[in-house]
T-cell receptor
Framework: NAGVTQTPKFRILKIGQSMTLQCTQD?????MYWYRQDPGMGLKLIYY???????DKGEVPNGYNVSRSTTEDFPLRLELAAPSQTSVYFC????????????FGEGSRLTVL | EDQVTQSPEALRLQEGESSSLNCSYT??????LFWYRQDPGKGPEFLFT???AGEEKEKERLKATLTKKESFLHITAPKPEDSATYLC????????????FGKGTSLLVTP
């Protein structure tokens, strides 16, 4: 099992550009999440999905969009990149909401200049 | 609003020197408290789930405990490979699907 795979690992964007962070998992988990991690701050939930075709906003959704057409894939779209979106982005998945056992990818470091 | 505070921010230990990390929380209706380990440049890795006061979980040199206000991660006779950032997170009745993460404790264990 590869677990949760994120691409790209690193990316530099110019202000106003758009891009998609890819996330795929091979554990057949229904729940998938996107978090961002900023220096000196705790992880913050951007969007989550409870299954294919179902997504919802987390704590910090502004400037982002997601889709979930399959169980495996949960891409995160950044529209009109801004410097405030410079961060490390983590995709995660889980088989249960209650256990708190999230499986994280290795992260995508995004810099917006 | 839920709050999760971890202390200390950073901790340096000699190999074999036992210590504890603290996670204090203020939440409405705790549904679970979770500990994760994060190595530099990697995603967090799940360690433990605690659901109610008095509960304890152990894994190798790590032991997590929970009271009504805080959780401790005890590290017994640590080794250099235990060096990492340890994250605490809570799930409450207020947080929906989000886990509320603390800022973490950066642990360095020297030989």
């Amino acid at each position: 099992n590869a677990g949760v795979t994120q691409t790209p690992k690193f990316r530099i964007l110019k202000i106003g550009q758009s891009m998609t962070l890819q996330c795929t998992q091979d554990m057949n988990h229904n729940y998938m999440y996107w978090y961002r991690q900023d220096p000196g701050m705790g992880l913050k939930l951007i969007y989550y999905s409870v299954g294919a075709g179902i997504t919802d906003k987390g704590e910090v959704p502004n400037g982002y969009n997601v889709s979930r057409s399959t169980t495996e894939d949960f891409p995160l779209r950044l529209e009109l990149a801004a410097p405030s979106q410079t961060s490390v982005y983590f995709c995660a998945s889980s088989y249960s909401r209650q256990t708190g056992e999230l499986f994280f990818g290795e992260g995508s470091r995004l810099t917006v200049l | 609003e839920d709050q999760v505070t971890q202390s200390p921010e950073a901790l340096r230990l000699q190999e074999g020197e036992s210590s504890s990390l603290n996670c204090s929380y203020t939440v409405s209706g705790l549904r679970g408290l979770f500990w994760y380990r994060q190595d530099p440049g990697k995603g967090p890795e799940f360690l433990f789930t605690l659901y109610s006061a008095g509960e304890e979980k152990e894994k190798e040199r790590l032991k997590a405990t929970l009271t009504k206000k805080e959780s401790f991660l005890h590290i017994t006779a640590p080794k250099p490979e235990d060096s990492a950032t340890y994250l605490c997170a809570v799930h409450s009745g207020n947080s929906g699907y989000a886990l509320n993460f603390g800022k973490g404790t950066s642990l360095l264990v020297t030989p």
